[in-house]
């Protein structure tokens, strides 16, 4: 159980457009959804955590103009790279949280490698 | 705000060797507590977390932490490593912050390399 899937697993694109990422959880409903970012050799940034239903609440210093995210149904989160550029290139991992007492865990997407030409 | 230190970046054992990775946590109250494997170019697994009551807990694959109150440490441990278990590792500490704002926070990794 808890499994939360990611796609795509990789995207290449050209600098300028904008890049679709989704992230479900596949056997559990999730009220809240994590967006991070990684860079090689680095530990996870949060970007943004998602609420079902309501707007998603960025971490300092992230654009959320650049970073769209939705968060449609209670298995559905999406982030929206748009006009990307290369600085934008990185590992997004999604995470999907289930909450109360003793099973508060995140669980994670195997993550998109974006990569911006 | 809560924050982790895990003051090993790289540590190297042989395999069949017992293993500890440190994990230190600053945080106002008991935290939940968890540590994460991450393999090349994939996303995290969890391995154990701590939330209360016993503060020896065991997870997955054979590993197990500590969780010590009054050292702010959750040290994660193996007693025989596997050649598999080669990967980076994450602690992490879940608090909320502002109120309702619940979020992870990790610490820098530790990069396990196993020698055969």
């Known amino acids: 159980g808890a499994v939360v899937s990611q796609h795509p697993s990789r995207v290449i694109c050209k600098s300028g457009t904008s890049v679709k990422i989704e992230c479900r959880s596949l056997d559990f409903q999730a009220t809240t959804m994590f967006w991070y970012r990684q860079f090689p050799k680095q530990s996870l940034m949060l970007m943004a955590t998602?609420?079902?239903?309501?707007?998603?609440?960025?971490e300092q210093g992230v654009e959320k103009d650049k970073f769209l995210i939705n968060h449609a149904s209670l298995t559905l989160s999406t982030l929206t790279v748009t006009s990307a550029h290369p600085e934008d290139s990185s590992f997004y991992i999604c995470?999907?949280?289930?909450?109360?007492?003793?099973?508060?865990?995140?669980?994670f997407g195997p993550g998109t490698r974006l990569t911006v030409l | 705000a809560q924050s982790v230190t895990q003051p090993d970046i790289h540590i190297t054992v042989s395999e069949g060797a017992s293993l500890e990775l440190r994990c230190n946590y600053s945080y106002g109250a008991t935290p939940y507590l968890f540590w994460y494997v991450q393999s090349p170019g994939q996303g995290l697994q969890l391995l154990l977390k701590y939330f209360s009551g016993d503060t020896l807990v065991q997870g997955i694959k054979g590993f197990e932490a500590e969780f010590k109150r009054s050292q702010s440490s959750f040290n994660l441990r193996k007693p025989s490593v596997h050649w598999s278990d080669a990967a980076e590792y994450f602690c992490a500490v879940g608090a909320y912050s502002g109120g309702s704002n619940y979020k992870l926070t990790f610490g820098k990794g530790t990069l396990l390399t196993v020698n055969p």
């Open positions: 995470s999907a949280r289930v909450a109360g007492g003793f099973t508060d865990t995140q669980y």
């Open positions: 998602s609420n079902e239903g309501s707007k998603a609440t960025y």
